[in-house]
């Protein structure tokens, strides 16, 4: 018997599925944990090329040209903004390649740091956009419901909010639209008074929502001693497996940060550990845990294809 777990995306024309949204929620939350720890606290150039390279490749595997089109638009410019700016105020280092119009030299280490800092930067935003698309709010639920009920609810409600309010926003658009109180009607002050318009009806459906939505949870008991609550959540082998193997390669990641493996220092001369048996082992590591989401998502697809060639 075949044991089918594909969370679905998108159908229509191309298939966008994620196997690994399918995992039990403590293995979607221990990933996720891991990985944008390490991206914010491993500045080795190595280790924010291999986290880059592995939270774009999710991000688009699981959105398609939609993540692709917002990395151009939005995260390469933020890209190029924030490795500019801090060559423009920090100026240690002792390679000059020029001096600013201010006077402050222009060094090739500032250079560097900026564009490693920026780096780090999409790299965070990138995988907090597939932590939003992975964690849903049933998961955040399940996983502290019991433990802290009241931020666990409100968690729950920030993740779902802004794909709501997108389409709440739509509806109320086009109902204004009927009967001309669009932002696209009238001239300049005309549009402005319609946006702030929709703007309002908008803030007052979401107060009003999040208010029937904490009554509803404190009419059902939400959060009281000894209340059940069903969950189609269950820890298998599978999800045993993905918990040995994320724990084995952030012990060897978080063993070899130990001993100095990630060892780099952009100031006042670049310098750090980049060859050796220690340093290589550590950085395959590293990339085996970022990419085991785009690993599992490859073997089912592989799996998939190979039952439809059978059919």
Same mark, same amino acid.
């Given at each position: 018997m075949i044991d089918i777990q594909k969370t679905v995306r998108r159908v229509g024309g191309s298939e966008y599925s994620d196997t690994f949204a399918s995992f039990h929620p403590f293995i979607n939350l221990l990933f996720f944990v891991a990985v944008i720890g390490f991206a914010m606290f491993f500045t080795h150039p190595v280790c924010l090329a291999i986290s880059m390279m592995n939270a774009y490749s999710y991000s688009i595997y699981m959105n398609g040209k939609k993540a692709l089109r917002f990395s151009l638009l939005y995260?390469? &410019?933020?890209? @190029?903004?924030?490795?500019?700016?801090?060559?423009?105020?920090?100026?240690?280092?002792?390679? @000059?390649?020029? +001096?600013? &119009?201010?006077?402050?030299? $222009?060094? $090739?280490?500032?250079?560097? +740091? *900026?564009?490693?800092? #920026?780096?780090?930067?999409?790299?965070?935003?990138?995988?907090? /956009?597939?932590?939003?698309?992975?964690?849903?709010?049933?998961?955040?639920? +399940?996983?502290? *419901?019991?433990? @802290?009920?009241?931020? /666990?609810? !409100?968690? /729950?409600?920030?993740? =779902?909010?802004?794909? =709501?309010?997108? #389409?709440? !926003?739509?509806?109320?658009?086009?109902?204004?639209?009927?009967?001309?109180?669009?932002?696209?009607?009238?001239?300049?002050? =005309? %549009?402005? =008074?319609?946006?702030? %318009?929709?703007?309002?009806?908008?803030?007052?459906?979401?107060?009003?929502?999040? !208010?029937?939505?904490?009554? /509803?949870?404190?009419g059902r008991g939400y959060g009281l001693p000894g209340r059940t609550a069903f969950s189609i959540f269950r820890f298998d082998k599978r999800d045993a497996f993905a918990l040995s193997y994320i724990l084995i390669c952030s012990g060897v990641v978080m063993g070899g940060a130990a001993l100095g493996a990630y060892r780099f220092r952009y100031f006042p001369t670049i310098r750090g550990e980049w060859t050796g048996a220690p340093a290589i082992l550590v950085f395959a590591a590293y990339f085996a845990l970022g990419a085991f989401p785009l690993i599992m998502n490859l073997h089912e697809d592989i799996i998939w294809k190979s039952i439809a060639s059978k059919t």
């Open positions: 995260m390469l &410019p933020m890209l @190029i903004m924030t490795a500019l700016l801090n060559p423009a105020f920090n100026h240690q280092g002792q390679t @000059i390649l020029t +001096y600013l &119009p201010t006077g402050n030299p $222009l060094t $090739l280490e500032s250079v560097i +740091y *900026g564009f490693s800092a #920026a780096v780090m930067l999409i790299t965070v935003f990138a995988w907090f /956009s597939c932590f939003n698309e992975v964690m849903s709010g049933d998961k955040f639920v +399940y996983l502290f *419901g019991r433990i @802290i009920p009241a931020l /666990s609810l !409100i968690l /729950s409600m920030a993740l =779902r909010f802004v794909p =709501r309010f997108r #389409a709440q !926003i739509g509806v109320i658009s086009n109902a204004q639209k009927c009967i001309g109180r669009d932002v696209s009607d009238g001239g300049l002050l =005309r %549009k402005m =008074r319609h946006g702030v %318009k929709i703007l309002s009806i908008m803030v007052t459906w979401a107060l009003e929502n999040a !208010i029937e939505t904490a009554d /509803s949870m404190k």
